[in-house]
């Protein structure tokens, strides 16, 4: 009996992998919800100068799912392997484009930029230029606001492709910026050949300044390299003063870590001077 069964069924044997596929089914199914149901949500992070005045921010999703809270780590990679990430990051920018909106009648939120993480299936997108640029032009939204963050994996993944379009949309007036810079295998050569404003540098290199000197190294070489290139240098997971006095004595840009602010809903997002000493006198 267990033969005639199983010639007719699909079995799993082993059940630790039943059990994982399953959970992934079941994900993917919440994501699908969630999109329907608008349970998505942008996070804000301050990214400010070296007087801590905040420029711009970075748009971070959030999943306001039934069980709570989830972090873009946990759907991101599942949502890119089933192809949810194209609907999702049109919601993105979408929702980007509605808060440049609001921020362009508030004469102290008009002048910040706004940064989107963009995926690799994303950008490849054959219609991903007339999907940003006509929410743009149906929204009216100024794209010198809007800065758009590639990874090292999206640019590989096909380099012609990316400079063709990073050109068009840079035409349009949008800025790009490197994310996770020095994680991927990305060549200096190219690096120069690509139309970016920005590079950010990782938060694992910032995050071993003090205590790695090769570390310290990589960090102040690629703040020469951006500035020699004239290419905005950014450090992202900046958590210490510490950190912060070595990236700016070594000519970094912009920062953005918890120093200055974690990533808080739209409605919370405060501009103005950060200046996390006088916090640390307060307390
Ligand atoms: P990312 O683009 O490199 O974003 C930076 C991550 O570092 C964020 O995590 C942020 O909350 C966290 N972070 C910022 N400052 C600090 C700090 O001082 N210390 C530490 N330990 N962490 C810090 P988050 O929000 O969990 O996002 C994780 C990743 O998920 C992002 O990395 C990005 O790759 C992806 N992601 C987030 N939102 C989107 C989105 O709308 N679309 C796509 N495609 N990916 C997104
Ligand atoms: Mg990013
Ligand atoms: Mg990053
Ligand atoms: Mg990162």
Redesign the pocket.
């Known amino acids: 009996e267990a033969k005639a069964k199983g010639r007719n069924t699909l079995r799993f044997f082993d059940p630790v992998m039943q059990a994982t596929l399953q959970a992934r089914l079941q994900l993917e199914n919440d994501l699908h919800k969630a999109l329907a149901e608008g349970q998505f949500k942008?996070?804000l992070?301050p990214q400010v100068n070296a007087a801590g005045e905040v420029l711009g921010a970075?748009?971070?999703?959030?999943w306001l799912s039934p069980n709570g809270l989830v972090?873009?780590?946990q759907f991101?990679p599942l949502?890119?392997e089933t192809g949810l990430?194209v609907p999702?990051?049109c919601w993105?920018i979408e929702a980007a484009c509605d808060l440049l909106l609001e921020w362009a009648q508030d004469p102290r939120m008009a002048h910040l930029q706004l940064a989107?993480?963009?995926?690799a299936k994303?950008f490849r997108q054959h219609d991903f230029i007339e999907q940003i640029l006509g929410t743009i032009i149906s929204k009216q939204v100024n794209p010198e606001r809007l800065k758009l963050?590639l990874?090292e994996s999206v640019v590989l993944d096909d380099i012609e492709d990316t400079i063709n379009k990073m050109n068009v949309l840079k035409e349009a007036g949008l800025s790009f910026s490197m994310?996770?810079f020095g994680t991927g295998y990305s060549s200096l050569s190219y690096l120069a050949e690509l139309p970016l404003q920005q590079l950010?540098i990782?938060?694992s290199f910032?995050?071993g300044i003090s205590s790695n000197p090769i570390n310290a190294i990589i960090v102040q070489t690629v703040i020469g390299m951006a500035n020699n290139l004239d290419i905005e240098s950014i450090a992202?997971?900046?958590?210490t003063e510490t950190q912060f006095q070595f990236l700016k004595a070594h000519g970094c840009k912009l920062f953005?870590?918890?120093?200055f602010g974690?990533?808080v809903p739209a409605e919370n997002f405060q501009v103005g001077t950060l200046h996390p000493i006088t916090f640390m006198l307060g307390s």
Request: aromatic share 4%; glycine share 8%.
């Open positions: 942008l996070h992070q970075e748009a971070l999703i959030r972090s873009p780590l991101i949502a890119e990430i999702i990051g993105v989107v993480n963009v995926s994303q963050e990874t994310d996770d950010k990782d938060q910032v995050r992202e997971g900046v958590e953005q870590g918890y120093y974690r990533p």
